[in-house]
């Protein structure tokens, strides 16, 4: 269950102009990452110079959330058919019961229907780009009224399918961005920034263990994962210049990110090559990696879920991109009319809602994050535009 106390409404931040001036390009979202790049995992020594994690600097205070839409509100909004409720179909790209980034959205799902008295959402998940079109065509033709499509790199159908489909409310949880398109709504997040904050928080962990050596274990190179890499890299060296972190991919084919039995042996050879910390970024391998580190002593970070401190897994940490606290939001910010369909909403990073979260922290540790942070919050200008090359090289532009 995610944590509702995590939950803000917050403001949209300047990041995607910042990032296209950086990247010298036009276009405020990166392209839509259906295809794999076509680089080699970057280089550890690509990582800028290391400067001063910015422990001084306050992170950016958290906002309440306003108050949930009525149930009627929300019939009046979404209830395309005119059966009196809302039906919720949702479109995963992994497993619906990974524990992770799938999960998250499917449980929002479930409990939004609950709690407004609304049938249960129908979700189809497993989805791999090739069948995208079958399935969410199907699922669109199942008398949905809001069909929740949770990852870019199964949206490229959707153009013709929001044209085949105009009556329901098409919603899009791309986190690295899509076509803008006149009956799609979607929500962003920018990577580059989610990960500095996760490289510092590592590099905290990292500097009270002793240790410097870490593990990425991601899939299969596609330009988001590089993205994500590259600025954790960026994170951790600017804590200590001497700290490493390898790339490993594990997928057997494109968007494999639940391969358990790959995930858990880079694990182990990561281990025997001295790593101390691995950074899970999974979708149904992640559980298997986060039980195993726990298990050898290994510091782990999970990928997504908002509730990473409150599981089973003795995880140390988590960067928090969660799929259900983003649609929660969004979902209030189309009845208030600040999110419609043909735009899209870039959420900020700032505490509370993503980015880096450290289980049982130090003070020091932090410190050190809540200045990553702050850093974010004050626009500092190296730092974007550091980050805004990051993500121009990953997506190529």
């Given at each position: 269950m995610k944590s509702r106390k995590l939950i803000r409404v917050l403001a949209v931040p300047m990041a995607l102009a910042l990032v296209a001036a950086a990247c010298g390009d036009d276009d405020d979202e990166p392209a839509a990452t259906d295809a794999p790049a076509e680089t080699d995992a970057p280089a550890e020594t690509d990582a800028p110079a290391a400067t001063d994690a910015p422990a001084a600097t306050d992170a950016p205070a958290e906002t309440e959330a306003p108050p949930e839409p009525e149930t009627d509100v929300l019939i009046t909004t979404f209830d395309a058919n005119g059966d009196g409720t809302v039906t919720i179909g949702v479109a995963a790209a992994g497993p619906r019961d990974d524990n992770g980034y799938y999960q998250s959205l499917v449980n929002f799902a479930e409990e939004f229907s609950a709690e407004n008295g609304f049938a249960d959402p129908i979700v189809s998940d497993n989805i791999g780009p090739a069948e995208a079109a079958q399935s969410l065509s199907d699922l669109a033709q199942q008398g949905v009224d809001i069909l929740m499509v949770g990852a870019s790199e199964i949206a490229e159908p959707l153009p013709d399918l929001t044209e085949e489909f105009p009556d329901i409310f098409w919603y899009c949880n791309c986190g690295a961005g899509f076509q803008e398109l006149?009956?799609?709504a979607q929500a962003t997040d920018w990577g580059a920034a989610i990960h500095y904050t996760a490289g510092v928080g590592m590099g905290a962990v990292l500097q009270e263990q002793g240790g410097s050596s870490a593990v990425f274990i991601g899939c299969c190179d596609i330009n988001f994962e590089q993205e994500?890499?590259?600025?954790?890299?960026?994170?951790?060296?600017?804590?200590?210049?001497?700290?490493?972190?390898?790339?490993?991919?594990?997928?057997?084919?494109e968007f494999d990110f639940d391969n358990s039995a790959n995930a858990t042996a880079a694990l182990t050879n990561a281990q025997a090559n001295g790593a101390t910390l691995a950074y899970a970024y999974l979708g149904g391998a992640l559980d298997p990696v986060g039980q195993q580190g726990s298990d050898e002593g290994i510091a782990v970070f999970a990928a997504g879920p908002a509730d990473v401190c409150d599981r089973a897994i003795a995880w140390t940490g988590g960067i928090v991109f969660d799929g259900g606290v983003y649609a929660e939001q969004a979902l209030r910010l189309i009845v208030d009319g600040q999110l419609e369909e043909g735009s899209t909403f870039q959420f900020p990073t700032e505490p509370g809602l993503n980015g880096v979260v450290l289980c049982d922290a130090s003070a020091e540790s932090t410190a050190l994050v809540d200045g990553s942070f702050g850093l974010l919050a004050s626009f500092d200008e190296d730092l974007y535009n550091d980050l805004g090359a990051i993500s121009g090289a990953a997506y190529g532009g």
């Open positions: 006149p009956g799609l994500a890499y590259e600025a954790t890299l960026y994170g951790l060296k600017s804590v200590d210049e001497s700290f490493t972190m390898e790339y490993v991919g594990t997928g057997d084919f």
